[in-house]
């Protein structure tokens, strides 16, 4: 089973986003911010993390930066899934080194499509 990590501060986007996850198979591991997220990906190595931009500590571009800079984890696919929509958010997450950017609000079929065309890659 495929796991991802979901990057969420908060807890509603957590269980709706982890839902969705799971109900299209996925195992979901959850960290509250950049700081357990770095953690949670030495101890689980996930298949794709989903990341939220604006969190406590550590912000969604940083965590993105730290991860594609480091050689064992830059070829983990990335989606940013945050509520800052505006077209210089996408650039700015794309230029962090995302591999891809959903804005929220989102249809679950967006989410899910663009982590299975990743995980195809």
């Not at 109900?23 to 298949?47: C, H, M, Q, T, Y």
């Not at 899934?81 to 794309?94: A, H």
């Amino acid at each position: 089973m495929r796991a991802v990590l979901l990057v969420e501060d908060s807890p509603v986007q957590q269980e709706m986003i982890s839902g969705i996850l799971e109900d299209n198979g996925w195992r979901v591991i959850i960290a509250e911010d950049g700081f357990k997220a770095l953690k949670e990906i030495e101890k689980f190595s996930p298949d794709v993390i989903v990341l939220d931009i604006v969190m406590p500590g550590m912000n969604g571009y940083e965590v993105c930066r730290r991860l594609k800079s480091d050689p064992k984890l830059k070829n983990v696919p990335v989606v940013i899934c945050s509520s800052k929509g505006e077209e210089f958010d996408r650039y700015w997450g794309i230029k962090q080194g995302a591999d891809a950017y959903v804005a929220k609000p989102f249809e679950p079929i967006e989410l899910v499509g663009t982590i299975k065309k990743l995980l195809r890659k």
